[in-house]
Every structure is written in C-alpha cells, then in structure tokens.
C-alpha cells in the first residue's frame, strides 16, 4: 500500500499477556517511529529506528516494552505482561530521512482487560 | 522536558465562524508541526514552520510560528463542517527526529 500500515487495528487481551503490534512503514522509508495516544494525553514518543537501529529508546515506560526492525522495513512493538494502563492507542510513523516529515498509520488500539 | 500547551482543548463553533488555536511553550523549537487527525486514524500533517515570524496559508487556514520559536497559532476563516477533527501541534527541540505533541485541540464545526 501507499501509505503505513499498523496491525492489528484493534487488539484486545488480559491483563498479564503478551501483545505484538506490527508496523509496514512507507516503502524505501528509512526512519520508522512509535508513539502511543492515551486518554487526554498528547501523543508520546517511544522510539526511533534509523535503519534496524534505535538510536533513541528513551520513551520506552518500562522495561516490559521493547521493539525492532528488520530488513530496514517492518517493525513489530511487544509489550510484555501487560497491565491495565497499557491500555492506549499504539501509532506508527515512517519518514524518508530522519529529518523529513513523519507519515502516521492509523494506530492499533490496545485493550487490556 | 519541553512542554507543548494547546487552547483551548474543546470548541465547538457553528459553520462559517472564524477560529484561533493555540500552541504556547516555554522552550525553544527549530520547527513546529501541525496535524489534523480524525477518529480512528492517524495524524495527517497539515504544515511545517521553521522561522521566527514565519506566515503559512493553506486555503483557508493560516498558521504562525512566533517570533521567539516558542509559540505557534492556528486560524480557521469561515469554518466548515468537514473541519471538524482534533488539531495537534508537535515541536523538535532539535533532535530533527523527536517530536513533542500538545493534547490537541478537539474542533467541532456545527452545519
């Protein structure tokens, strides 16, 4: 497709499961972005690939998130053991550069019971 | 930790009325960024300003960057329903990658 792509786009689990959550960024994108969009709050920067390197993991909440990318393409963010304030809408974003603009897909909304 | 604030964070306004959002920081951005996003999608980009003073038009919405790079405005002329959606503003304090957003500004434009 033309455009990122996030999967799923709804995602509903318990509490203490595992989730994986995919990103298809924009063809011959080189820098990939998550962010995750709570309730009343502004959208939060997790991380930064360059490649299938993140040099910026700073926005990782604990250690129970982690990410990666390979093959310079797809993406995939796992949250382990999750808790209730998981619970968030987990979006994506490619860009040509680092320095260019960032292009979002429409998010997967994470549910935690 | 740079802080981006919106107001207001709710308006609701009737079809052909003016608006003004607004994004105010303490902190020094080298660009601001405006997006649109509607329910269940993501965010689309609407404009990048990078100098102070800076005036960009796209049809009938005209964004301003503050003289200072800390403060940036969002004006609608003769609003339409199909502006209706929640309007965000992000800064890059530098990094050229990290982008800070504000809660938004969630807009409702009434036929």
């Known amino acids: 497709g033309a455009g990122v792509s996030q999967s799923p786009s709804n995602k509903v689990t318990e509490k203490g499961k595992d989730v994986e959550l995919r990103c298809d960024p924009i063809s011959g994108h080189t820098a990939l972005y998550w962010y995750r969009q709570s309730l009343g709050q502004g959208l939060e920067f997790l991380i930064y690939?360059?490649?299938?390197?993140?040099?910026?993991k700073s926005g990782l909440p604990s250690d129970r998130f982690s990410a990666e990318r390979t093959g310079g393409s797809v993406s995939t963010l796992t949250i382990q053991r999750t808790q209730q304030e998981d619970s968030a809408v987990y979006l994506c974003?490619?860009?040509?550069?680092?320095?260019?603009?960032?292009?979002f897909g429409d998010g997967t909304r994470l549910s935690i019971l | 930790t740079q802080l981006l604030e919106q107001s207001p964070q709710f308006l609701s306004i009737q079809e052909g009325e003016n608006l003004t959002v607004y994004c105010n920081s303490s902190s020094v951005f080298s660009s601001l960024q405006w997006y649109r996003q509607e329910p269940g999608e993501g965010p689309v980009l609407l404009v990048t300003v990078v100098t102070g003073g800076e005036v960009k038009k796209l049809k009938r919405l005209t964004f301003q960057f503050g003289d200072a790079r800390k403060d940036s405005s969002l004006h609608i002329t003769a609003a339409q329903p199909g502006d209706t959606g929640l309007y965000l503003c992000?800064?890059?304090?530098?990094?050229?990658?990290?982008?800070?957003f504000g809660k938004g500004t969630l807009l409702t434009v009434n036929p």
């Open positions: 992000a800064g890059d304090g530098g990094s050229n990658y990290k982008l800070t």
């Open positions: 690939f360059q490649g299938n390197s993140a040099p910026d």
């Open positions: 974003a490619s860009s040509l550069l680092w320095n260019q603009p960032q292009h």
